[in-house]
């Protein structure tokens, strides 16, 4: 373990002395470049910044060496859902996951962060001392994201990458490891969906479960493909671990070992990941919906917990539901962006221990909207939406209008857009006649002809208008013209003067629009229309 007077980023290991010698001559080389190019020394100095950084990164990456593995070949057991499903207690019927509503929008701040010490029995009678992190997080559905390695692509690319690295690409306040990754070529497995995308795909391979979805439920255990692809209520966050600790209160290992274990290899292997004490994470919910970090330091068969005693120890504070994810050398806890757990495997430089590039990151963050843009009709405060003026709803995506407009008018960010003849701020007033009428609240002038209809606007910050019409022509010519950024006259028995009018004719009749924004080849097929 490194001190706080041995830390493998001071001055004794090299990476800050070289780093000043490095920015020395940096300097002198800009001197020399300002009097004549020198070719050598240019030579020289890139070759030392290639040592520096290379011996800067011995230093910050692990060898892995301490690998906890729950499978020897390939991840995940070989059987189906529906095997899970017939093998489960009777007392769960056909019910393979577990749900829960999540903590929603409170005044509580989005973490609560706890160190614990505690005194660990194991079943010979043996006390042991463990230290690790469990973390309370309110309001997950939007202060908890699932994170691609290095940020979106990681997986893609089959990148690892530091976790508190990747927690800086969404600025976490809390980031933990997550899923299990191919230690041999880093490609992610499991389960992935990272902030409503779907990232990967394990076609149905049965391992313990944890997501979101999309209305705040929290979901814990067993998911067919059928779930996990499911539209009407989808995942927004989704990751995969290795054993279902606890279910419904009650600790579910043995029956999580008969449903994960892979028929084709011996029980042993999965059986002494169970059993080993290790460094540890999980991901579990209390009986308020607040979603529960935790995380033990340790290394394998040298200290840390089993599953057992992750299992017992989450009970005892009050979990409901938690699955296991990645451990062992694995094991990374960030607190505002810098490490805060002691990490198992071993630097490149042998007497230090380093963090280790891993896959997915689950991440607690300040609190978004949902949708993060509030639908563009409002700002995001807080993880709730500050509507516009005319929309409504929590992600602003309701049109509301100050009164219903009945019969006669549409509804509009603006307010109600009156038919032909009716004005008022719910369209109530007018027979329907033809006529102009002027409405001073709106500041629009409503002119209403046999065969069709416009608004037209006083206001520049109005940018609307109606086309309302029996003729076909007329039919046609409002499926190209969708908004005006001026004013819009209709005036009878006039032509158009400039290029950007047009003239439409309708019964004879020509009709002058003016500040028409629509395509040159539009205009001529409505003016040969005409």
């Not at 692990?62 to 093998?87: A, F, I, N, Q, W």
């Not at 607190?335 to 198992?344: K, T, V």
């Not at 003026?389 to 219903?404: I, R, V």
Request: charged share 20%.
């Amino acid at each position: 373990m490194t001190s706080a007077d041995e830390s493998p980023f001071t001055e004794e290991n090299g990476c800050n002395r070289d780093s000043n010698l490095f920015y020395f001559i940096v300097s002198y080389v800009c001197l020399m470049a300002t009097s004549s190019v020198n070719f050598v020394l240019f030579s020289l100095f890139f070759i030392y910044l290639g040592i520096c950084l290379s011996r800067c990164k011995d230093i910050r990456h692990s060898l892995d060496d301490d690998l906890l593995l729950p499978y020897t070949k390939s991840h995940g057991p070989s059987h189906s859902h529906r095997h899970v499903r017939d093998c489960q207690s009777v007392a769960h019927g056909n019910v393979t996951q577990e749900t829960w509503a999540a903590s929603k929008h409170s005044n509580s701040p989005v973490f609560k962060s706890n160190m614990f010490i505690s005194d660990i029995t194991d079943d010979s009678g043996v006390h042991r001392w463990v230290s690790g992190h469990i973390t309370e997080v309110h309001d997950p559905l939007r202060s908890v994201s699932v994170l691609e390695p290095g940020g979106p692509g990681g997986c893609e690319w089959s990148h690892r990458e530091l976790v508190e690295l990747t927690a800086k690409t969404r600025k976490c306040l809390i980031a933990q490891n997550g899923g299990f990754f191919d230690p041999d070529n880093g490609q992610c497995l499991g389960n992935i969906i990272s902030d409503g995308k779907l990232v990967r795909n394990s076609r149905g391979i049965q391992n313990a479960q944890f997501g979101i979805r999309k209305d705040g439920t929290l979901v814990f255990g067993y998911l067919s493909e059928d779930d996990i692809l499911d539209q009407v209520n989808p995942f927004v966050q989704l990751i995969s671990g290795v054993v279902w600790l606890l279910r419904n209160g009650e600790i579910y290992i043995n029956e999580s070992i008969q449903a994960e274990c892979d028929e084709t290899q011996k029980t042993g292997k999965f059986q002494y990941f169970v059993d080993v004490i290790s460094a540890r994470t999980a991901v579990g919910h209390d009986a308020e919906g607040k979603l529960i970090l935790f995380h033990v330091d340790g290394q394998t068969d040298v200290r840390g917990m089993n599953l057992w005693q992750v299992a017992k120890f989450l009970k005892e504070q009050n979990v409901l539901n938690a699955i296991n994810l990645d451990g062992g050398g694995s094991a990374t806890y960030i607190l505002n962006g810098s490490l805060a757990n002691y990490p198992s495997d071993h630097c490149k430089l042998p007497k230090w221990r380093c963090p280790r590039a891993v896959s997915t990151v689950l991440c607690v963050h300040e609190r978004l909207c949902q949708p993060e843009d509030c639908s563009q009709h409002g700002r995001c405060v807080e993880g709730q939406c500050v509507c516009q003026q005319g929309w409504s709803g929590p992600g602003c995506a309701n049109l509301t209008c100050q009164a219903e407009c009945g019969e006669h008018g549409i509804c509009t960010e603006n307010g109600c857009v009156c038919d032909a003849g009716w004005m008022g701020l719910n369209c109530s007033q007018g027979e329907g006649k033809s006529g102009c009428h002027t409405d001073l609240y709106y500041q629009i002038k409503l002119c209403t002809c046999e065969t069709f209809t416009f608004v037209t606007v006083s206001s520049g910050d109005f940018n609307y208008f109606k086309l309302i019409c029996s003729s076909e022509l007329c039919l046609y010519f409002s499926q190209y013209v969708q908004q005006v950024s001026m004013a819009m006259a209709v005036i009878k028995h006039a032509r158009a003067q400039t290029e950007a009018h047009v003239i439409l004719f309708t019964d004879g009749a020509p009709v002058l629009l003016v500040s028409m924004e629509i395509p040159a080849s539009k205009s001529a097929l409505l003016d040969s229309m005409g």
